[in-house]
């Protein structure tokens, strides 16, 4: 079984613009969660999807925001990047509530 | 608010020593307990985790971890470790009942074992 998918695994972008990160879940897993991690520290909660509902969200900005599609897959939006988004961004996908969370490799994002 | 404390930041062992990293959480309610690893270059992986049951539980390559409630503690073992265990360890946990199965994670234990 593939396990969780990201795409893209590196990305570049300037201060300002857009960016729309992606990520497909194990199959038959319902959950899906999305998790900033920036060098130092452990992953910090930034979205948590199940069955395409919004279950939860992190201490971030509005300019964050994310939405899950019929097949489960996920993605996450930041707008008006600031140098400050730079970090890797992960996903995690759990088959139900409350269950271990399966990580995808992550995105690597740097505003500059 | 609920938060998670890795006391070792940065630990230096020799092949064949023994490891034992300290977690302790901060919520009094329910709570389902996780270690995960990041090999260099990989992504994170599911160490062990537990649930309810015996708080003694065994995970992949030999390690475990101890779950003892009254000390809110959640603390990693491993009786000898090996130049491969080289990685950054994660100690996380969730509040069970609650709205989200969001992971609070402690910020890592980056663990260097030397041949």
């Known amino acids: 079984d593939a396990g969780v998918t990201q795409s893209p695994t590196h990305l570049i972008k300037t201060r300002g613009q857009q960016v729309t990160l992606r990520c497909s879940p194990i199959s038959g897993h319902k959950s899906v969660s999305w998790y900033q991690q920036v060098l130092g520290q452990g992953p910090q909660f930034i979205f948590q999807?199940?069955?395409?509902?919004?279950?939860g969200r992190g201490n971030f900005p509005d300019r964050f925001s994310a939405r899950q599609f019929p097949n489960y897959s996920s993605e996450l939006n930041v707008n008006a990047l600031l140098l400050g988004d730079s970090a890797l961004y992960l996903c995690?996908?759990?088959?139900?509530?409350?269950?271990?969370?399966?990580f995808g490799q992550g995105t690597r994002l740097t505003v500059v | 608010a609920q938060s998670v404390s890795q006391h070792n930041h940065h630990v230096i062992l020799s092949e064949a020593a023994s490891l034992e990293l300290g977690c302790n959480y901060s919520?009094?309610?329910?709570?389902?307990l996780f270690w995960y690893v990041q090999y260099p270059g990989q992504h994170l992986q599911l160490l062990l985790k537990?649930?309810?049951?015996?708080?003694l539980v065994k995970g992949i390559k030999g390690f475990e971890a101890e779950f003892i409630k009254s000390k809110f503690s959640f603390n990693l073992r491993k009786p000898s470790v090996q130049w491969s265990d080289t990685a950054e360890y994660f100690c996380a946990v969730i509040s069970v009942g609650g709205a989200t199965n969001k992971l609070i994670f402690g910020t890592g234990t980056l663990l260097a074992v030397q041949p």
């Open positions: 999807y199940y069955e395409k509902e919004e279950r």
């Open positions: 537990y649930f309810s049951g015996d708080p």
């Open positions: 919520y009094g309610g329910t709570v389902n």
């Open positions: 995690a996908s759990s088959r139900e509530m409350n269950t271990e969370a399966f």
